[in-house]
């Protein structure tokens, strides 16, 4: 009998499966508002089950077998929702937070239909390059690594063609122009291994198990988004179980070893908490001889919580943070030759530390309006020390940096409803910045300083925008942006616009336009020139915001309820880019792919750019156990610096293509267990890079680049296989699920050009690869 049970259970034939429960809150999408008395069908079982909301605008659908399932939420005068594919395992609760838009039309003119707006941004002001991701989008794609910004990169437009790092690029521009932003709180470079100025990494330090629904956009933003030109990550973290306790433990070869617990602040069940901690898996890896680009050992470990309070007499509150540490130490003596980091004549190492936690509060002023304020606190800290290596194997230690960057963020904004159709929304932000920068280097056996700042500067920004919804056809946005900046007495004003125009009920028209202004990296304000009579001088305090126009034309049109066709043409015009004065082809729109910035002084802004190009999205969302997404782009990123030669960007691979597909094969004889299947296809353009001139570089004992040549030779183009396979287990009986799956990642083991590098032991020009095949691991168990 025993090995009869034991054998069901192999095959995923469950003897009883333990029902779950689908839960959340409905909520006014403008006001906020909880709406009481709302209905909520579940259409996916038979026969259907239903509840309506309750006086908190909450709902509860319990007994529900495990896999996906559809809703329907309608509450009279609105727009009624359909929201299909909702997975229930038997290890967790399915919580959702929906919101529903207010019925345009008389109501002897109502007719119950549900839209589907799976594309749709969370953000409703964000309505032209823009959409939602979801978690399981995060944890699904092949090639992914539990990773955003490399789930970023299957949209039309992005392009992270490096293996080592998740700096994303979006329509060319340098992934410096990212704003991160959680919980509505702009925060530093989110990533482990990060350095000040850039916003990508190798391993990312958000943790996807924590995520809820949140918004991508990649050009002619809302007004509310400020100090950004690329595109902006506004990243939400999802409540805990307010009704019991729930667990998660995972073991994944990037993302590392990660516990979870999450539940009920207290026995009244009016509030939640989440926590996780993750620590570094990576160096099994390396134990079993897998290249995962370095022989160094990253270890890096980190902290995220949640406190959700729930409706007080005071409002909502919630309180939130992320905390992580990472080290390594490259050794010249275990550095390969094809080593991403490292050379094989030096000992580098580097640490960094990051910190961020905020408290926001939402009060409801009445049906209509409500305020939201956000204070938080971030800290981001590097070192980076390297000794040269010499013959007698004695150390000579030749750069040293020391960065910490701590910020102040304040942000309040009002949204009021002035009338059915019509939105108002405006506020304030205020950054203050805490510096201690400290970096030398040496030159011929002297220490020379480059950036010594320790000190304060002011960021203030604000906003208004308003939507107009004129008809269910059409949709008008328009706000503007206002940016100040203490430490060169900086200004900026930014118009913003969009419009919607739905040709009927299955294709719209979209027109967006934005300027956007940002802050240069730190780096660049802070550095300082050397003097004849050995002074030092911080030359670049006067450069002005990087600032560029944002046009886009885009067309959708949908095909039933599954399939979506998506085309944009964009032109973005890059304005008084910062160059240096002296004729060369330095620009700063190149920089920001790597852990650092050069060191250039006395810039002005006397540079231009342009991004172009069109982009198209076919995508079937998940439904009949299937999914597909195939983006395009066609683009070009050109610049010219102070010698006004016209150049290819750092950015500019011209193409971009991906294609996703996933299928799901239930098995067992409810077929609640899962066998999935999916594949990721990526190819780009080679990147275009500026040669090494050998002959110069031999004299000089160092890498020298022919600048005058700059970005006119090209890489081979980029290609990429994933194919994952995995299991997804519901438990006979118990509140617990399981998911394992083997991600086989550049499956051809394809040879992609990381970059070509002087090496001053061969005096050659060494060529280094990425990263070829790897195989990730996954194993989640929840209960």
Do not use: C
């Amino acid at each position: 009998m025993r090995q009869l049970l034991f054998t069901l259970v192999l095959l995923g034939i469950p003897l009883m499966i333990k029902a779950q429960t689908i839960k959340g809150t409905v909520l006014d999408k403008l006001s906020q508002e909880p709406l009481i008395g709302a209905n909520v069908i579940l259409t996916s079982v038979e026969p259907e089950m239903g509840t309506v909301t309750d006086a908190e605008g909450r709902f509860s659908i319990t007994d529900v077998n495990p896999g996906r399932h559809h809703l329907m939420v309608s509450y009279l005068g609105y727009e009624t929702v359909s929201l299909p594919n909702i997975l229930l395992t038997s290890g967790k609760d399915a919580i959702m937070e929906i919101t529903l838009d207010e019925s345009l039309v008389q109501m002897d003119e109502v007719v119950v239909t549900s839209k589907v707006e799976k594309d749709k941004a969370n953000n409703d002001m964000a309505t032209v390059s823009s959409r939602m991701f979801t978690l399981e989008e995060v944890t699904r794609y092949s090639g992914g690594r539990n990773d955003v910004s490399r789930m970023a990169a299957n949209f039309a437009g992005v392009n992270i063609s490096n293996d080592s790092r998740n700096d994303i690029v979006i329509r060319g521009n340098s992934p410096t122009g990212v704003l991160w932003r959680i919980e509505g709180m702009p925060v530093p470079n989110p990533n482990h291994f990060a350095t000040l100025g850039t916003t990508g990494g190798p391993v990312s330090a958000l943790n996807t198990n924590a995520l809820k629904n949140s918004d991508f956009l990649t050009s002619a933003f809302p007004a509310e988004y400020g100090n950004a030109n690329a595109g902006v990550f506004d990243i939400q973290f999802r409540s805990g179980n307010r009704d019991r306790w729930e667990f998660t433990g995972q073991l994944a070869a990037f993302s590392g070893l990660e516990f979870m617990v999450e539940g009920p602040l207290s026995k009244k069940k009016k509030g939640s908490f989440l926590l996780s901690y993750r620590h570094s898996f990576v160096e099994l890896a390396t134990a079993v001889n897998l290249n995962i680009g370095t022989t160094a050992t990253p270890a890096y470990r980190d902290i995220t919580f949640k406190i959700d309070l729930g409706k007080t007499k005071s409002g909502y509150w919630t309180f939130w943070g992320i905390g992580g540490t990472s080290d390594i130490d490259f050794l010249a003596e275990d550095v390969e030759s094809d080593d991403f980091f490292a050379n094989q004549d030096e000992d580098s190492y580097a640490t960094s530390l990051l910190g961020m936690t905020g408290i926001t509060h939402r009060w409801l002023l009445n049906n209509d309006t409500y305020v939201k304020t956000i204070i938080g606190l971030s800290t981001a800290a590097n070192t980076f020390d390297v000794d040269e290596v010499l013959q007698d194997s004695e150390r000579n230690r030749i750069l040293e940096i020391d960065d910490k960057n701590s910020r102040f963020t304040l942000s309040s904004y009002i949204n009021s409803k002035l009338g059915t159709g019509i939105n108002l929304r405006a506020g304030i932000l205020y950054e203050k910045y805490f510096l201690d920068t400290y970096g030398r280097d040496k030159d011929h056996g002297e220490w020379i300083q480059f950036r010594d700042f320790e000190d304060n500067l002011d960021l203030y920004q604000a906003f208004g925008q308003l939507q107009w919804r004129l008809s269910k056809s059409l949709t008008l946005n328009g706000g503007l942006h206002l940016q100040y900046l203490d430490l060169n007495q900086d200004f900026a004003i930014e118009p913003r616009a969009a419009i919607n125009w739905h040709l009927d009920d299955h294709q719209s028209i979209n027109l967006g336009f934005g300027i956007h202004n940002q802050m240069l990296p730190l780096p660049v304000y802070l550095y300082k020139n050397l003097q004849p009579d050995g002074s030092l001088v911080q030359s670049n305090l006067d450069v002005s915001f990087l600032k560029s126009a944002h046009y886009v034309l885009g067309y959708d049109r949908s095909f039933g309820t599954d399939w979506r066709l998506k085309t944009e043409i964009y032109y973005q015009d890059q304005i008084d880019v910062a160059v240096d004065q002296e004729i060369n082809s330095f620009s700063i729109l190149n920089v920001g792919a790597d852990f650092g910035f050069p060191e250039i002084g006395f810039l002005q802004n006397a540079g231009d750019g342009a991004n172009y190009g069109v982009e198209l999205t076919l995508e079937k969302f998940f439904s009949k156990s299937f999914y597909l997404l195939t983006t395009g782009s066609l683009y070009e990123s050109r610049y010219s610096g102070s010698d006004r030669v016209d150049r290819n960007t750092a950015f500019n691979n011209n193409y971009v293509y991906n294609l996703l597909g996933g299928k799901e094969f239930p098995v067992g004889k409810r077929k609640t267990n899962v066998i999935t299947v999916d594949f990721k296809w990526t190819t780009t353009g080679g990147r275009y890079y500026t040669p090494i001139d050998l002959d110069a570089s031999i004299a000089a004992g160092r890498e020298i680049k022919l600048n005058e040549q700059a970005f006119s030779e090209r890489f081979d183009p980029y290609f990429r296989l994933d194919i994952k396979v995995g299991f997804r287990l519901n438990s006979t009986g118990k509140k617990l699920s399981q998911q394992f799956y083997l991600d086989f990642q550049n499956i051809t083991n394809h040879q992609n050009i990381f970059t070509q590098r002087y090496n001053n032991s061969s005096k050659e020009i060494d060529t280094i690869y990425q990263i070829g095949f790897f195989p990730d691991v996954l194993y989640r168990i929840q209960f």
